[in-house]
Nanobody, 121 residues
Framework: QVQLVESGGGLVQAGGSLRLSCAAS????????MAWFRQAPGKEREFVAA???????DYAGFVKGRFAISRDNIKNTVHLQMNSLKPADTAVYYC???????????????WGQGTQVTVSS
């Protein structure tokens, strides 16, 4: 069983940056593909970014070079660096894990509790 705990959310002005972190425990972190999703009020949860165990990264189209996902297999953490934030990026951001990149992008096996990101205009 893998446990995921997100941190780093908060309130930021449009154009600003935030770095989200997700600490994993309970499994062999380096073997998992990791991902970030988000859910805005009244909307469905959507895929944001993912990174495979071999460090291949994949992004949703709306990221457009503004976000970067990375992982630290020593510290069992995955990060999401978010730059040029927009009010439309306001959402609860969730960390997720699964065995493969293809699965983690669609139906992750494990989820964190989420961290709120609010971007003011």
């Amino acid at each position: 069983q893998v446990q995921l705990v997100e941190s780093g959310g908060g309130l930021v002005q449009a154009g600003g940056s935030l770095r989200l972190s997700c600490a994993a425990s309970g499994g062999t972190f380096s073997r998992y593909a990791m991902a970030w999703f988000r859910q805005a009020p009244g909307k469905e949860r959507e895929f944001v970014a993912a990174i495979s165990s071999s460090l291949f990264a994949d992004y949703a189209g709306f990221v457009k070079g503004r976000f970067a996902i990375s992982r630290d297999n020593i510290k069992n953490t995955v990060h999401l660096q978010m730059n040029s934030l927009k009010p439309a990026d306001t959402a609860v951001y969730y960390c997720a894990a699964s065995w493969t990149l293809g699965v983690v992008r669609t139906t992750p096996s494990y989820w964190g509790q989420g961290t709120q990101v609010t971007v003011s205009s």
